[in-house]
């Protein structure tokens, strides 16, 4: 039998080099999907402490302790580990607007208290009336009458400095200093009255046992940018001295 003669189309009769040019195309092909997935890869590798433990993405009020900042975001992670924690109630819900504390009882599903409500809002959950005191004593805005507490702005920048205020009251017995000397288990334990998620109070979560190894990656990250501020405005010390 006969085999008839290939044609010039037919990619076994083409030349090596004119079938590579042919197969090419599929080449790119193959390698762009390899290169984006290499790059999905890397950015979630990156991103992976946004989309683990959104909760302890930076504070927005700037300055501060490093300490406390790397505790506060350590709290927030149980506490409120979404990705607008400023923003979210008790419960998982949301409120748009942060004019003055939402104070919306939310129920609660589950936990000890389950059947109540609570008006714990916020990237640190503070309820309506630990705002209001907390605020009357310690927010930037505040007024002689404490009644104008109820009216204070609580946008994110002031949630923070309202509660960085409050860890750096000494009635806690100066955190700061415990921190310093690495008793994280000693400050966790004395606020779990109030933040009942931090491993010893009643509400635990699946972040509470996590929290010593979260507060250590807060902690670096807050004396890196500690570190960097302060040489920055040491810089700009000795330019302003040269200058003179």
């Known amino acids: 039998m006969n085999t008839p003669p290939k044609t010039p189309e037919d990619p076994g009769h083409l030349p090596a080099r004119q079938r590579d040019v042919r197969a090419s195309p599929w080449v790119t092909r193959v390698g762009l999907t390899v290169l984006s997935v290499l ?28 300490y406390l900042r790397a505790l506060m975001r350590t709290i927030s992670a149980s506490e409120s580990n979404v990705l607008r924690p400023y923003h979210v109630l008790h419960g998982g819900g ?6 003055r504390h939402p104070n919306r009882c939310e129920s609660i599903d589950q936990g000890p208290n389950r059947g109540n409500c609570s008006t714990a ?16 004593r310690y927010h930037p805005l505040r007024t002689d009458d404490p009644l104008d507490a109820t009216t204070l702005s609580f946008a994110p920048t002031y949630q923070d400095e309202v509660v960085h205020a409050w ?11 415990q921190l310093r000397q690495g008793r994280l288990q000693t ?28 507060y250590r990656q807060m902690l670096k990250e807050e004396l890196a940018q500690s570190e960097e501020t302060t040489g920055g405005d040491k810089e700009k010390g000795r330019a302003a001295k040269a200058a003179r």
């Open 187 to 214: 400050v966790l334990r004395r606020l779990s009255g109030t933040w009942t998620s931090l491993g010893y109070g009643i509400e635990n979560n699946q972040m509470s046992r996590e929290l010593p190894r979260v």
């Open 121 to 136: 809002a916020g990237r640190y959950q503070l309820l309506y009336s630990t705002w209001l005191e907390l605020a009357a």
């Open 39 to 66: 790059l999905m890869l890397l950015m979630l590798w990156l991103w992976r402490p946004w989309l683990l433990m959104p909760g302890t993405q930076p504070l927005v009020m700037t300055g501060g302790d490093p």
């Open 167 to 177: 860890l750096r009251d000494g009635r806690w017995g100066n955190l700061s200093v």
């Open 94 to 99: 949301y409120v748009g607007t942060l004019e």
